[in-house]
């Protein structure tokens, strides 16, 4: 046992090897090793559209696909951008094509999609202003089905609805999601979108997301919760713009939000390789300078930081998945030196500690030798693995769902 704080992580298992014939692979050396981990690590990874779809240069193209290899080396979970806004500027003519290759590509490379998100009050559809409230509902949640049901079996998991413990109360600008909600009230909006991504794929994974992680956003979980409304996972933003939250914060977020008993996913995490923002700085948006620069110094600190942040998630037992919103530097958010990557694609020392941690400290690779009746029982990490018996190979997976598994190799 590696850390027994790990020990929900992992499972033991009897596998038996037999032959085509049935017979058993008795007495033979045997590597089972660990492919790809049940537990999402992940980014947003906005960057693969262009490369699944062939568009820019053929310069742009390698760097981009250089990039996105690097990000494959070590993850095995993706966000991509379905913002109403962008996703249909213009009513009637939305980018699925664009955005199904983009998937379909992910999903080929054993890549778990999530789709971010199904309804917000920023970045929508500008368009949605000269509709009347009764209206606006009606194509928020067609606009739903219609993602759900035209990417299922791509992109299973959703963040449904974003940041509403704010929308109605929104007041940056003008828009149709803020005005509807500001009228159903936050309740009565998450059921209407969660209802209907259901319909659309009763198997797919829904998740409520906010950045607001006072007792307001546990508040409204607990009404939803009350209400009927089936929440798949609990998503909490950590943009650490400002500074690492630290140990301390970190576990009283847990605690918190582990009263519901639902998966957490940190679903949009930040930590620069640069200065921090201003503390008095309140909507992180207002924020913008021309120019801020990742230093070696500020690396060390970041790399730090994302080993102790991961290990604290990874150790707790209703944590699923974390997700880095920039994987690289090249056009961050607010251009903040946030990625695992510099602009250049060279990796930052916080790409090296994830890559030891996923791929070494929390992997199995057990070399052991097959009994008389061609069986073998280990412990690993719960995902999925491959046996290799001299120059033949077979996969299976990990999981606690069954205990002994024959496999012909």
């Known amino acids: 046992m590696k850390n027994e704080k ?66 494959l080396d070590i993850f095995n979970f993706a966000t991509l951008p379905f913002y109403w806004g962008r996703f249909e500027p213009e009513r009637g ?101 969660f209802a209907k991504a259901r319909e659309a794929n009763p198997g797919a ?62 679903t949009e995490n930040t930590l620069t390789s640069g200065h921090l923002m201003p503390p008095e700085i309140e909507d992180l948006n207002d924020y913008q300078i021309p120019e801020w620069p990742t230093t070696p110094e500020f690396e060390e600190r970041q790399a730090r930081e994302v080993e102790e942040m991961y290990t604290i998630l990874f150790e707790h037992p209703l944590v699923e998945a974390i997700t880095s919103w920039s994987f690289s530097d090249d056009g961050a958010w607010l251009g903040a ?10 990796p930052k020392p916080a790409y090296d500690v994830l890559k030891r941690l996923i791929k070494q400290e929390w992997n199995t690779t057990v070399d052991t030798t097959t009994d008389d009746n061609g069986s073998v029982s280990f412990e690993g990490f719960l995902g999925e693995y491959e046996v290799i018996v001299g120059d033949k190979k077979a996969h299976f997976k990990l999981d606690r769902e069954s205990q002994f598994e024959q496999i012909t190799v």
């Open 6 to 71: 790990l020990k929900h992580r992992m499972v033991s298992k009897k596998i038996r090897l037999v032959d085509a014939s049935g017979n058993p692979v008795a007495n033979r050396q045997v590597t089972l090793k660990q492919t790809n981990h049940q537990f999402l690590f992940g980014s947003g990874l906005f960057d693969v559209i262009q490369v699944a779809n062939g568009l820019g240069s053929p310069e742009r193209l390698a760097v981009l696909e250089d990039r996105l290899q690097k990000f």
């Open 93 to 193: 003519k939305p980018q699925t094509k664009l955005l199904q290759a983009a998937a379909r590509w992910l999903t080929e490379r054993n890549v778990v999609v999530k789709g971010h998100p199904l309804c917000w009050h920023t970045v929508t559809a500008p368009w949605l202003l000269e509709l009347s409230n009764e209206e606006i509902l009606r194509v928020q949640l067609e606009r739903i089905e219609r993602e759900v049901t035209d990417f299922k079996g791509l992109v299973d998991m959703w963040d449904v609805i974003n940041e509403v413990v704010i929308m109605p109360i929104f007041d940056k600008y003008d828009n149709g999601i803020t005005r509807i909600c500001k009228e159903l009230g936050r309740v009565r909006i998450i059921k209407e979108t």
């Open 205 to 266: 994974i829904l998740l409520l997301n906010d950045f607001n992680t006072s007792i307001n956003y546990e508040i409204l979980i607990d009404g939803c919760l009350n209400a009927g409304v089936e929440i798949d996972a609990i998503g909490i933003q950590s943009h650490q713009h400002q500074g690492y939250w630290g140990r301390e914060k970190l576990e009283e977020v847990l605690e918190r939000f582990s009263v519901f008993g639902l998966p957490i996913h940190f």
């Open 337 to 346: 030196p946030a990625g695992f990557l510099r602009k250049d694609n060279s």
